[in-house]
């Protein structure tokens, strides 16, 4: 029996046993970053015996003792070992009616895990995220599922909090299943015949306080980042007269973000870039005195890079020569992934010497020695499990590898000593890479309003990384993905715009085919929509300096789900489609197309609606939200009430 939070929440008897033991004979396949993973699994028979060894540990073990499992609690961490050579676990938590789950690292479609199961595997997230529709299902139609689903995600943990205050977070990497499905009970089974479980008691609010301490220090933000837009461009050369219109036109840019840097490939999914990470010249003659210039003007220069390799570009022959790729299981030749009409080599970031390459060279020298201030570092769920590495099992490292990609991009960043001060961003993740990585990015999502993959999932996606020790989340404002016809409208753009003026950080994206899409530039009414929200979000910066703050000290995230000031207030258990923003500011973002009014729920306190200036009672409301006044509220007692009050004026 183990008891948390004056609760018993694992309970082994023979009748219900809450431990068994499998063998398993997994099958992954994999299809440019999609997975599906299956398992032909031999089931132990029950542990219905209680011993305890030499070593004073509690040993469950069958009644014919070929299946035995050793528990042990040390302080705060539970571990369960298999002693008889399963390699598969199953635990089966104990929950009371009204419990309410949350975690599962960064989840797009669903805060609250009750009711549906959520495979802990790095990946694609996948087109539309909703079997059954007409974009999902073209997506998968050539059987590369490429549609997703719900769980999919390119950043999840297993991790798990409970409203009856406690928590609990595995260091297995392996893959796991959380699985809520069953009322009374939360299930998670572990490729693995080890488990360790970190365990935790408190209310939400210091539940994520602790995770965010377990798993280090949270990075800052560095302060030009908050002062205004990041614009995202990849025109060449071009893309430095679009940025001066917008400048002219009164919009606070804080940042020029050119992917394209390292130069374009037209593929029949759009326009990707080249993946050899080094300034590519034909496509932005002088960049170096760009840089220079933009910086003059307080305006900073960001790429992109991921750890990936293009076997076309020289970089690759220089790192497969050195020995620092992945390799084929049957030979020394370096793995080649495919990406979708271009293969890559992977970067073994298991080697050290490799990590150090990629840091340095890659990184070091041809980023930061270049100029730039930041970077998208993209990617990291990729790697395949049917590759050879220089040390460890594919399959426990497939989840960490977006750890060691943010530790190899921290590493870099720390060699120049400007941690802080360069501005990168991932949107992989797994358990650890809170302490690397300073901002998450939501992914690709589709430029549109849909459920499981438009807009409104970016709001989900910051509210459940932020539980987990994420401080900072952001999006691709206006969307990423245009597949099969979907194209961005403006009423999109404008909308989104709303959203990422109330963001951490403000960054605009082109999208994967910018000539088939509106832009930020497209129409006057968007060059209008841009310059304002730019400025509200500068305006904002004073306060965001503060959630920084809060962030280091507190350990708070800045977008934040709202039972984490309200944990007595059921109804807020639930609520995914608006924010705290801070402790003083409600959002609540239009993520409906069409849309003119929303209703939003106001917890206790006073509550002023920030383009009025009128004051609600707590409860639900419904609110008028036209274009360019999305519902948006601030307590009028906050310290920062006149710089809320300024911002409508």
Same mark, same amino acid.
């Given at each position: 029996?183990? $008891?948390?939070?004056?609760?018993?929440?694992? $309970?082994?008897?023979?009748?219900?046993p809450?431990?068994?033991?499998?063998y398993?004979?997994?099958?992954?396949?994999?299809?440019?970053?999609?997975?599906?993973?299956?398992?032909?699994?031999?089931?132990?028979?029950?542990?219905?015996?209680?011993?305890?060894?030499?070593?004073?540990?509690?040993?469950?073990?069958? +009644?014919?003792?070929a299946?035995?499992?050793?528990v042990?609690?040390?302080?705060?961490?539970?571990?369960?070992a298999?002693?008889?050579?399963?390699?598969?676990?199953?635990?089966?938590?104990?929950?009371?009616d009204?419990?309410?789950?949350?975690?599962?690292?960064e989840?797009?479609?669903?805060l609250?895990?009750?009711?549906?199961?959520?495979?802990?595997?790095?990946?694609?997230?996948?087109?539309?995220?909703?079997?059954?529709?007409?974009?999902?299902?073209?997506?998968?139609?050539?059987?590369?599922?490429?549609?997703g689903?719900y769980?999919?995600?390119?950043?999840?943990?297993?991790t798990?909090?409970?409203?009856?205050g406690?928590?609990?977070?595995?260091?297995?990497?392996?893959?796991?299943?959380?699985?809520?499905?069953?009322?009374?009970?939360?299930r998670?089974?572990?490729?693995?015949?080890?488990v360790a479980?970190?365990?935790?008691?408190?209310?939400?609010a210091?539940?994520?306080?602790?995770?965010?301490?377990?798993f280090?220090?949270?990075?800052?933000?560095?302060?030009?980042?908050?002062?205004?837009?990041?614009?995202?461009?990849?025109?060449?050369?071009?893309?430095?007269?679009?940025?001066?219109?917008?400048?002219?036109?009164?919009?606070?840019?804080?940042?020029?973000?050119c992917?394209?840097?390292?130069?374009? $490939?037209?593929?029949?999914?759009?326009?990707?870039l080249?993946?050899?990470?080094?300034?590519?010249?034909d496509?932005?003659?002088?960049?170096?005195a760009?840089?220079a210039?933009?910086k003059?003007?307080?305006?900073?220069?960001?790429?992109?890079?991921?750890?990936?390799l293009a076997v076309?570009?020289?970089?690759?022959?220089?790192?497969?020569?050195?020995?620092?790729?992945?390799?084929?299981?049957?030979?020394?030749?370096?793995y080649?992934?495919?990406f979708?009409?271009?293969?890559?080599?992977?970067?073994?970031f298991?080697?050290?010497?490799?990590?150090?390459? &990629?840091?340095e060279?890659?990184?070091?020298?041809r980023?930061?020695?270049?100029?730039?201030?930041?970077?998208?570092?993209?990617?990291?769920?990729?790697?395949?499990?049917?590759?050879?590495l220089?040390?460890?099992?594919?399959?426990?490292?497939?989840?960490?590898?977006?750890?060691?990609?943010?530790?190899? #991009?921290?590493?870099?960043?720390?060699?120049?000593?400007?941690?802080?001060?360069?501005?990168?961003?991932?949107?992989?993740g797994?358990?650890g890479v809170q302490?690397?990585?300073?901002?998450?990015?939501?992914?690709?999502?589709?430029?549109? &309003?849909?459920?499981?993959?438009?807009?409104?999932?970016?709001?989900?996606?910051?509210?459940?990384?932020?539980?987990v020790? #994420?401080?900072?989340?952001?999006?691709d404002?206006?969307?990423?993905?245009?597949?099969l016809?979907?194209?961005?409208?403006?009423?999109?753009?404008?909308?989104?715009?709303?959203?990422?003026?109330?963001?951490?950080?403000?960054r605009?994206?082109?999208?994967?085919?910018?000539?088939?899409?509106?832009?930020?530039?497209?129409t006057?009414?968007?060059?209008?929509?841009?310059?304002?929200?730019?400025?509200?979000?500068? +305006?904002?910066?004073?306060?965001?300096?503060?959630?920084?703050?809060?962030? $280091?000290?507190?350990?708070?995230?800045?977008?934040?789900?709202?039972?984490?000031?309200?944990?007595?207030?059921?109804?807020? &258990?639930?609520?995914?489609d608006?924010y705290?923003?801070?402790?003083?500011?409600?959002?609540?973002p239009?993520?409906?197309?069409?849309?003119?009014?929303?209703?939003?729920?106001?917890?206790?306190?006073?509550?002023?609606?920030?383009?009025s200036?009128?004051?609600?009672?707590?409860?639900?409301?419904?609110?008028?939200?036209?274009v360019g006044?999305?519902?948006?509220?601030?307590?009028?007692?906050?310290?920062?009430?006149?710089?809320?009050?300024?911002?409508?004026?």
């Amino acid at each position: 029996m183990l $008891r948390l939070a004056g609760r018993t929440i694992l $309970r082994h008897m023979d009748k219900y046993p809450a431990i068994s033991l499998a063998y398993g004979d997994p099958c992954v396949t994999m299809v440019r970053g999609n997975f599906r993973l299956a398992d032909h699994a031999v089931a132990a028979a029950p542990l219905s015996r209680t011993e305890v060894d030499g070593v004073g540990r509690v040993v469950l073990a069958s +009644a014919d003792s070929a299946a035995r499992v050793a528990v042990s609690l040390e302080g705060a961490r539970l571990t369960i070992a298999a002693l008889s050579g399963h390699d598969r676990l199953t635990l089966d938590f104990s929950l009371e009616d009204g419990d309410v789950l949350w975690g599962g690292g960064e989840q797009m479609s669903y805060l609250a895990l009750n009711g549906r199961t959520f495979p802990i595997w790095t990946s694609e997230p996948g087109v539309g995220r909703e079997p059954g529709t007409p974009l999902t299902d073209q997506a998968s139609a050539d059987g590369s599922f490429a549609g997703g689903d719900y769980w999919t995600t390119n950043y999840p943990e297993p991790t798990v909090l409970c409203t009856a205050g406690w928590g609990l977070s595995l260091a297995n990497a392996e893959y796991v299943e959380l699985d809520a499905r069953e009322p009374g009970s939360l299930r998670i089974h572990v490729w693995s015949g080890e488990v360790a479980v970190d365990l935790f008691e408190g209310a939400p609010a210091d539940l994520t306080r602790q995770l965010g301490a377990r798993f280090g220090e949270r990075q800052s933000l560095p302060d030009w980042a908050i002062g205004g837009a990041i614009v995202g461009l990849k025109q060449g050369e071009a893309s430095f007269d679009r940025l001066e219109t917008l400048v002219d036109a009164g919009a606070a840019i804080s940042g020029l973000w050119c992917e394209d840097w390292v130069g374009i $490939r037209e593929t029949s999914f759009g326009r990707r870039l080249f993946w050899d990470w080094q300034w590519n010249a034909d496509r932005y003659p002088e960049l170096p005195a760009r840089i220079a210039a933009l910086k003059a003007c307080g305006i900073r220069f960001l790429g992109y890079v991921n750890p990936y390799l293009a076997v076309d570009g020289p970089l690759y022959p220089e790192a497969a020569g050195r020995g620092l790729l992945a390799q084929c299981l049957d030979s020394d030749e370096p793995y080649a992934v495919d990406f979708g009409e271009f293969h890559a080599g992977v970067v073994d970031f298991t080697n050290p010497a490799a990590a150090e390459w &990629f840091a340095e060279e890659v990184i070091g020298k041809r980023m930061l020695d270049f100029g730039l201030d930041g970077w998208m570092a993209d990617f990291g769920e990729y790697l395949p499990t049917d590759l050879r590495l220089h040390a460890g099992d594919p399959m426990q490292e497939h989840n960490r590898w977006p750890v060691r990609w943010a530790e190899v #991009n921290a590493r870099a960043v720390a060699s120049r000593g400007k941690t802080g001060e360069v501005l990168w961003f991932m949107r992989a993740g797994h358990t650890g890479v809170q302490a690397h990585c300073p901002l998450l990015w939501a992914g690709d999502q589709s430029v549109d &309003f849909s459920r499981h993959d438009g807009i409104g999932t970016v709001i989900t996606a910051a509210l459940s990384s932020g539980l987990v020790g #994420n401080a900072f989340s952001h999006s691709d404002v206006g969307g990423y993905t245009s597949l099969l016809g979907n194209v961005r409208t403006e009423e999109l753009i404008l909308r989104w715009y709303e959203l990422g003026a109330f963001s951490p950080v403000f960054r605009t994206h082109e999208g994967n085919r910018p000539d088939d899409n509106l832009q930020i530039d497209s129409t006057p009414s968007l060059i209008e929509g841009f310059v304002r929200w730019s400025r509200v979000h500068a +305006a904002l910066a004073p306060y965001v300096r503060h959630l920084i703050a809060e962030a $280091r000290d507190a350990g708070l995230p800045a977008q934040r789900a709202l039972f984490l000031r309200y944990p007595d207030d059921a109804v807020t &258990f639930t609520i995914q489609d608006q924010y705290l923003y801070g402790g003083d500011v409600m959002v609540a973002p239009v993520i409906e197309a069409g849309a003119e009014m929303r209703k939003v729920y106001l917890p206790k306190g006073e509550w002023r609606h920030l383009w009025s200036g009128a004051d609600y009672t707590p409860g639900w409301h419904d609110i008028a939200a036209p274009v360019g006044e999305p519902p948006v509220f601030y307590r009028p007692g906050s310290a920062f009430a006149d710089l809320f009050a300024g911002v409508a004026a």
